[in-house]
């Protein structure tokens, strides 16, 4: 309730500032106003073109994120599990891990021969390391004694993998899709605005070339709108998959 | 081995070292005891003297420095659903409910799933857990947990239980049922028990027999017969004889404490405070 009050308040002096093209040091002349920003919306709505920029980002999205996803929960898995292939791949990690990444842009741009795939390659990398930190750090928390448990009641190697370190590492696996979503948009958003075609991103950044003021906040709030929805469906997946009510 | 397999444990001259960066620290130290079939035994002693070591040697999860450690004349090679265990801390899943928990031994044994369902719901039938199945842990007191924990390890049927400071956590009413509960159990499966506890009056109610072990390096100090009748009630820890064994056992304790504190209090100076500390332990109880 509150929550809807305050929302209202912060559209009803966005109207404000901009209506009366308020200067104070920041300048409001050129901001659309909430109204002139609901009407492009209605306007884009019906234009299949502004659709496809949403599906773009979408479908990047999901090829990085999941294909991050595939890649770092396994091998984070495995590297709990197995020293030798901890030291061999942390070291690299920790090397790799502190480049931001759209600082790949260049080099992804040169590595891959399409545009689409280097775009998908940086939503991979920025999601990438926060699922695999995560995963590693859900594997070193797993209890001992549900370990020593198991391997008590007649469990084998693989059996203690899959019926504990597994389900004891999902709440923090979890944590770190979340995260993981959240840097993918902000890689992709980036990526976009650099060298995209199409795009939710490139839209934004285009309607800035274009002068269209009013699509920069539509683009700015489907951005909002589409991190939104992706990280509440990540929580409804944690849901579905630890019923025992480790994600709260 | 069926048919002779009864759940006999024999332990002789067992020694354990731990390799620890600042060298070996030699934790247990000749201690040769046995359980006999069916039997109840406990083991008492100060914290670090060793009873967790030996207890994870017997489950499998220690190879011993020195001696032999053998079930049914078998030495032990690794852990085994033959030998049930049963942790201070709570070891159930969080991420099973409490059937999931219990079949989840069967499991690893390969047994089918409907066999599993059946089997579980009986032993949670006579655990009076019925009602809470489909409940996950997080969902259980300590004792109930504690339960379960006791069902799962007894659902694969093993010939030995070892406990380790099971009820250490639970307060002194849901610790006095659970120790209904688990003679109940012991007395119908007929399974062999090693039971180690720091609390006296649980090791004489439970036990046919009682180890004291010595502060670290940890040695079997002696041994009690508890000719205590069965069933056990309640009532008979204000008999004479269980205030004998306690007061026995207390005095054997005691000094091995202060052992382990390092020994620079004497004893002498502690027997003033220690007469007092047991009349007012005993005015509690009575
Ligand atoms: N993994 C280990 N490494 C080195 N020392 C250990 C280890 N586990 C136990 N110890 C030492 O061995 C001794 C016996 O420990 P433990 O068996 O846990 O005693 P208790 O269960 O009787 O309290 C203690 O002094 C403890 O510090
Ligand atoms: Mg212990």
């Given at each position: 309730m509150l929550g809807l009050v305050s929302l209202a308040v912060f559209i009803a002096v966005w109207q404000l500032l901009t209506v009366n093209h308020a200067i104070f040091y920041v300048r409001f002349t050129n901001v659309p106003s909430p109204e002139e920003v609901l009407a492009r919306a209605i306007l884009a709505a019906h234009n299949p073109v502004f659709g496809d920029h949403i599906w773009m980002s979408c479908r990047r999205i999901l090829y990085g994120f999941?294909?991050?996803s595939v890649v770092a929960i396994p091998l984070g898995l495995l590297m709990g599990r197995f020293r030798i292939l901890r030291e061999i791949v942390f070291p690299i990690c920790e090397v790799t891990r502190p480049i931001p990444a759209i600082a790949w842009v260049p080099m992804a741009i040169m590595l891959w021969p399409t545009n689409e795939e280097s775009i998908v390659f940086i939503t991979f990398l920025g999601s990438f390391f926060p699922i695999l930190i995560n995963t590693l750090q859900g594997m070193a928390t797993v209890d001992p004694v549900l370990v020593r448990a198991a391997r008590c009641l007649g469990a084998k190697e693989a059996s203690v993998f899959r019926e504990?370190?597994?389900?004891?590492s999902l709440p923090q696996i979890f944590t770190g899709l979340t995260v993981g979503m959240g840097v993918a948009w902000v890689s992709l958003i980036a990526a976009e605005m650099i060298s995209g075609q199409f795009g939710i991103g490139y839209f934004t950044w285009e309607a800035y070339s274009l002068v269209?003021?009013?699509?920069?906040?539509l683009g700015m709030i489907t951005i909002g709108v589409l991190g939104l929805a992706s990280s509440f469906a990540i929580?409804?997946?944690g849901r579905l998959a630890m019923p025992w009510g480790a994600a709260r | 081995m069926a048919g002779t397999a009864r759940?006999?444990?024999?332990?002789?001259?067992?020694?354990?070292?731990?390799e620890t960066m600042e060298g070996a620290v030699e934790a247990v130290s000749d201690v040769s005891l046995n359980v006999q079939p069916g039997e109840f035994v406990s083991i008492v002693g100060p914290s670090g003297c060793g009873k967790s070591t030996l207890l994870n040697a017997l489950a499998g999860f220690l190879t011993p420095s020195g001696g032999t450690v053998t079930v049914d004349g078998e030495a032990i090679s690794g852990p085994s659903a033959d030998r049930g265990m049963i942790f201070q801390q709570y070891s159930l899943f969080p991420w099973k409910t409490v059937r999931e928990n219990v079949e989840f031994g069967l499991k690893m044994s390969g047994v089918s799933r409907s066999e599993r369902e059946r089997r579980a719901r009986t032993l949670l039938g006579l655990?009076?857990?019925t009602q809470f199945e489909n409940h996950y842990p997080d969902r259980l007191s300590g004792g109930m947990k504690q339960r379960v924990g006791i069902v799962r390890a007894l659902a694969t049927g093993p010939r030995i239980l070892l406990l380790d400071e099971p009820f250490g956590a639970l307060d002194a009413q849901t610790r006095l049922i659970m120790q209904q509960i688990l003679t109940n159990m012991w007395q119908r499966l007929k399974i062999s028990v090693l039971f180690v506890t720091h609390d006296i009056d649980e090791a004489i109610f439970l036990s046919d027999r009682i180890y004291v072990m010595t502060a670290r390096p940890g040695t079997i100090k002696s041994e009690i017969v508890v000719p205590l009748p069965r069933p056990r009630e309640p009532s008979m820890t204000l008999s004479s004889e269980f205030l004998g064994l306690r007061r026995g056992l207390m005095s054997l304790i005691r000094e091995e404490s202060i052992r382990a504190m390092?020994?620079?209090?004497?004893?002498?100076?502690?027997?003033?405070?220690?007469?007092?500390?047991e009349g007012q332990d005993l005015a509690t109880v009575l």
């Open positions: 999941t294909l991050a504990v370190y597994l389900p004891a269209q003021y009013s699509d920069i906040a929580r409804l997946l | 759940g006999l444990i024999e332990v002789q001259d067992f020694c354990l070292r731990y655990a009076g857990l390092g020994g620079e209090v004497s004893l002498d100076s502690l027997k003033g405070l220690a007469i007092n500390l």
